[in-house]
């Protein structure tokens, strides 16, 4: 009789051990399910995070590259003043607090002094590399925290690339010849990367 409890017993023991055992094991597999979600989720966050920062610098260089080319054979009546609030919305968060902190100022600084007192020292084509520095500087919070990075502002980047793509088609006699003249290739592919990063974020907005 003594045998059989003990055997009962033991039996109970190796059941709660098995027990515990495999609760133990689904637990591990539940934390390891968690964190292979939690770096996939990561990942992806981080692709989509450098993504849109890439997209940012391919906007802005495309826009500056518009501005060079205004400023040499690409003679026409598009307001290409546009690029300059363009360029405010999409230029990348660290070059941007660079340019809105010391350094910054000190150009604008420097550019007011020349523009007013020495203006034969400034020369045209400074004109709107200046007025953005100038927008970076005194731009109010609102539009450099708020609207920057906002639905609204990635709103503004798409009007205003539409705006000088059809002005732009219009400029050159059409669709077509925007497209096959020699300074038009350059022109129109300039102005079609203007949509990349606003595209982009209302698509990442949207989803």
């Keep these: 009789m003594e045998k ?66 205004d400023r040499t054979n690409w003679k026409t009546k598009i307001l290409t003043s546009l690029l300059i609030p363009y360029i405010f919305l999409t ?13 910054g100022k000190w150009i604008a600084f420097v550019a007011v002094v020349l523009r007013l007192f020495i203006p034969k020292h400034f020369p045209d084509w400074l004109e709107m590399p200046g007025s953005l520095i100038l927008l970076l500087v005194v731009a109010p919070g609102f539009f450099a925290d708020s609207i920057r990075g906002h639905i609204v502002g990635t709103f503004v980047c798409l009007v205003i ?14 669709f077509r010849n925007s497209f096959t003249r020699a300074n038009g290739i350059s022109n129109s592919v300039g102005i079609l990367l203007l949509f990349v990063y606003p595209v982009w974020a209302l698509v990442l907005t949207l989803l």
């Design 161 to 174: 690339g539409c705006y000088l793509l059809q002005e732009h088609i219009r400029a050159s006699g059409g």
């Design 4 to 69: 059989m409890i003990g055997g009962k017993k033991s039996y109970l023991a190796m059941k709660t051990d098995y027990s515990a055992n495999e609760q133990i094991s689904s637990d591990f597999n539940e934390v390891g399910e968690a964190v292979k979600k939690l770096a996939n989720h990561a990942i992806k966050l981080g692709g989509i995070g450098f993504g849109t920062s890439f997209l940012k610098w391919v906007a802005s260089f495309a826009a500056i590259y518009l501005l060079i080319l």
């Design 91 to 103: 230029l990348p968060s660290w070059l941007f607090g660079i340019l809105r902190g010391e350094i």
